[in-house]
């Protein structure tokens, strides 16, 4: 009994101290060379518009006009913890699609799929 109750005391301890590593492990930073690639499969003249977040009035930018066929590197800014990629037709159109990159210290590889009515932005992998 006694022995079960400190191998429980032991595997909550353990637990409590990997929770607490985690809630305090700094978020991951985008150094120098990491990027997104879209290639452009869809239907229509698109524009990828980028929202780096983590980077203090950084806003919003855009790589527009891009035509079928086509396909365009974005490096991450250094210091950018995470990017919000939003799918229009111009920069001044609502999102389409969008989809978010978290984890900042690989590269991201998308296609642009679909026709006008059905934009689709998807993470293939690179």
């Known amino acids: 009994m006694?022995?079960?109750r400190r191998t429980a005391f032991g595997l909550a301890a353990g637990a409590t101290l990997c929770a607490s590593a985690l809630a305090l492990a700094p978020a991951a930073h985008a150094g120098t060379g990491t990027s997104i690639k879209i290639t452009h499969k869809g239907?229509?003249?698109?524009?990828?518009?980028?929202e780096w977040l983590g980077i203090p009035d950084k806003g919003e930018d855009c790589n527009q006009a891009?035509?079928?066929g086509q396909t365009w590197t974005r490096e991450l800014?250094?210091?950018?913890?995470?990017?919000?990629?939003?799918l229009k037709l111009s920069p001044w159109d609502k999102n389409r699609d969008s989809?978010?990159?978290q984890d900042v210290?690989?590269?991201?590889?998308?296609?642009i799929r679909g026709m006008l009515g059905s934009e689709h932005l998807v993470e293939t992998g690179c």
């Open 43 to 50: 239907g229509f003249v698109a524009t990828t518009c980028y």
């Open 105 to 111: 210290t690989k590269n991201h590889c998308f296609e």
């Open 2 to 4: 006694r022995t079960a």
């Open 77 to 86: 800014p250094e210091g950018t913890t995470s990017v919000v990629i939003n």
């Open 66 to 68: 891009k035509a079928v």
């Open 99 to 101: 989809a978010a990159v």
